[in-house]
């Protein structure tokens, strides 16, 4: 008799994404109470320890910051968690598909923060056409946050991903960019990224001794890819090993 695969008769999800039907708890905690994910966004959402983690990261760095920048902001799984640790400071969430934008209002919804929040639909491809406006709509900048697409699941079939295949920019030019609006900058990539790329693309655009920050994420012991970070106030912090930092970093 063959072997008979256990499914879950409740997973609703296409075969080709269903084991994110069993994270749909790590991804969102509030799941159930109305979130809304389209095929992109179940694979590419920020899990919701490792997007609260980085925003109480960027209040214990930037206590003071007035605006904060979601570039690809997808389901809002990062949006949500700036403005709920960023109660009194602007967020905006770009991206480039309404589709993403209604659930990413949705979700923001589910966790009392739509208020906070302005979604504008852009596609960052293009931001040259309407950088400036964007600046004056939205001000200073400061911290230019994103997780860009990776060109679907297959970047792991890669041993080592070039971030120029990164959408809808290549890292070079995606970053470029961002450095526009602050020097404050932070990327969400594979964890096969190539590091020496990330080290060559930083001293290009920012000086030779320019440095990049890259800190490994895990979601319940497993690694979901890398946060690099730009920006001295980033580059220069030393975590404590004692217990006397408030946040624990
Ligand atoms: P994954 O492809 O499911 O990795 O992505 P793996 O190792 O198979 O995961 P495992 O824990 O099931 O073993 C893991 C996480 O990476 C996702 O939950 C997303 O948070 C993030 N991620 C994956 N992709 C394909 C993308 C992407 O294209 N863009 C962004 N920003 N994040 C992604």
Known sequence: MGKRRRTDANNPLPSRISKFWNQRYTLFSKFDDGIQLNEELWYSVTPEEMAMYLAKFFRHIFPEAKTILDICSGGGGNTIQFARYFPNSKIFGIDNTQANIDCAIVNSAVYN???????????????????????????????????PPWGGPS?????????????????????????????????????NTNKTQLSAVTRKLKGPSAKCRVVEAYVNERPKGILCFWGKKFTSYQPKNDSTDEEGY
């Open 155 to 191: 970047y792991l079939n890669q041993e080592v991903y070039d971030s120029e295949n990164i959408k809808p920019l290549g890292l070079e030019r995606l970053l470029e960019s961002m450095f526009q609006l602050t020097e404050n900058v932070v990327l969400f990539l594979p964890r």
């Open 113 to 147: 923060v739509e208020d906070r929040i302005t979604y504008l639909l852009r596609d960052w491809e293009n931001y040259h056409l309407f950088i400036n406006e964007l600046k004056e709509l939205i001000g200073p900048v400061d911290v230019a946050f994103c997780s």
